[in-house]
Nanobody, 128 residues
Framework: QVQLVESGGGSVLAGGSLRLSCRASGYNISLGCMAWFRQAPGRDREGVLALPTGNLHTRDDFFETGRLAISRDNAENTLYLQINSLVPEDTAMYYC?????????????????????WGQGTQVSVSS
């Protein structure tokens, strides 16, 4: 049975950092697609970052852009989201998502419908 469990959220001051974890069980996270999503109250769920990315020629275990970085540790079967320089707009419930498969067919997808395994979420609250 495939299961994703997020952790690492919390209440922090603006400017701080968090590293969210998504530990998977029941399958190997090196197979298929994974992504982080977030949802603030009253808003739609939006994609944050995904692995593997849409670029076939870049590494598929790490991607960094701006304040955000997504990575995976296959040995620990865990996906991570690093958020630096947190701002209040980062406040949301953060979800880990997966589409287990032999190969990821939707590289870099941030579409909710491209994933069907979801964690329970971990809350990030940023105050100024």
């Amino acid at each position: 049975q495939v299961q994703l469990v997020e952790s690492g959220g919390g209440s922090v001051l603006a400017g701080g950092s968090l590293r969210l974890s998504c530990r998977a069980s029941g399958y190997n996270i090196s197979l298929g697609c994974m992504a982080w999503f977030r949802q603030a109250p009253g808003r739609d769920r939006e994609g944050v970052l995904a692995l593997p990315t849409g670029n076939l020629h870049t590494r598929d275990d790490f991607f960094e852009t701006g304040r955000l970085a997504i990575s995976r540790d296959n040995a620990e079967n865990t996906l991570y989201l690093q958020i630096n320089s947190l701002v209040p707009e980062d406040t949301a419930m953060y979800y880990c998502a997966a589409w287990p498969a032999q190969y990821c067919r939707k590289r870099g997808s941030l579409a909710v419908d491209d994933y069907y395994i979801w964690g329970q979420g971990t809350q990030v609250s940023v105050s100024s």
